[in-house]
T-cell receptor, first 113, second 115 residues
Framework: EDKVVQSPLSLVVHEGDTVTLNCSYEVTNFRSLLWYKQEKKAPTFLFMLTSSGIEKKSGRLSSILDKKELFSILNITATQTGDSAVYLCAVEVSGAGSYQLTFGKGTKLSVIP | KAGVTQTPRYLIKTRGQQVTLSCSPISGHRSVSWYQQTPGQGLQFLFEYFSETQRNKGNFPGRFSGRQFSNSRSEMNVSTLELGDSALYLC??????????????FGNGTRLTVT
């Protein structure tokens, strides 16, 4: 059974701190790993990672994938209250052309002023 | 470009009833997926449609069904509702092609409450 595990489940930090969110996976037919941010309703797309060792960056957020050790991290530097959200890690598994994501339970990040 | 649109936003139904949820994907996207989100189980895959064909189905009972129309809009139906079906139902769309694969873009969801 495909499995995606995120840690920690929740995290409280002060504004300006740097945080690292973890995602490990055990899946067959790995295709890509995606990070989403969910504040109220719709998860919004952050990164898609397919190759090991290549860091993706967007402003204060960055992410990297290690396909040998089967994990990914999401870093957020200089956190702001607007970063408070649930961060979801998902793995795409390939098969017969269909598109299916297996999600972790998420990390709830709270940034306090 | 308009995002993924789901209607209705909220629904309250009674056990035993059935419900239909609607999803309009991003223009040009041909793949539509449905996910159920609950506090205990997180986001779980229901099914995916591409060009009016169901390509994949998650581990849900047959009471959960869906379809896709020629304009890529999709509906999902849940029959004989149970209390445990209370959840946020999220629809997501993507281009659906295999290379390069575009990420899933989610709608705001339909919050279903079964009493």
């Amino acid at each position: 059974e495909d499995k995606v595990v995120q840690s920690p489940l929740s995290l409280v930090v002060h504004e300006g701190d740097t945080v690292t969110l973890n995602c490990s996976y055990e899946v067959t037919n790995f295709r890509s790993l995606l990070w989403y941010k969910q504040e109220k309703k719709a998860p919004t797309f952050l990164f898609m990672l397919t190759s090991s060792g290549i860091e993706k960056k967007s402003g204060r957020l960055s992410s990297i994938l290690d396909k040998k050790e089967l994990f990914s991290i999401l870093n957020i530097t200089a956190t702001q209250t607007g970063d408070s959200a649930v961060y979801l890690c998902a793995v795409e598994v390939s098969g017969a052309g269909s598109y299916q994501l297996t999600f972790g339970k998420g990390t709830k990040l709270s940034v306090i002023p | 470009k308009a995002g993924v649109t789901q209607t209705p936003r909220y629904l309250i139904k009674t056990r035993g009833q059935q419900v239909t949820l609607s999803c309009s994907p991003i223009s040009g996207h041909r793949s539509v997926s449905w996910y159920q989100q609950t506090p205990g189980q997180g986001l779980q895959f229901l099914f995916e449609y591409f060009s009016e064909t169901q390509r994949n189905k998650g581990n849900f009972p047959g009471r959960f069904s869906g379809r896709q129309f020629s304009n890529s809009r999709s509906e999902m139906n849940v029959s004989t509702l149970e209390l445990g079906d209370s959840a946020l139902y999220l629809c997501a769309s993507s281009s659906g092609s295999t290379a390069p694969r575009s990420p899933l873009h989610f709608g705001n969801g339909t919050r279903l409450t079964v009493t």
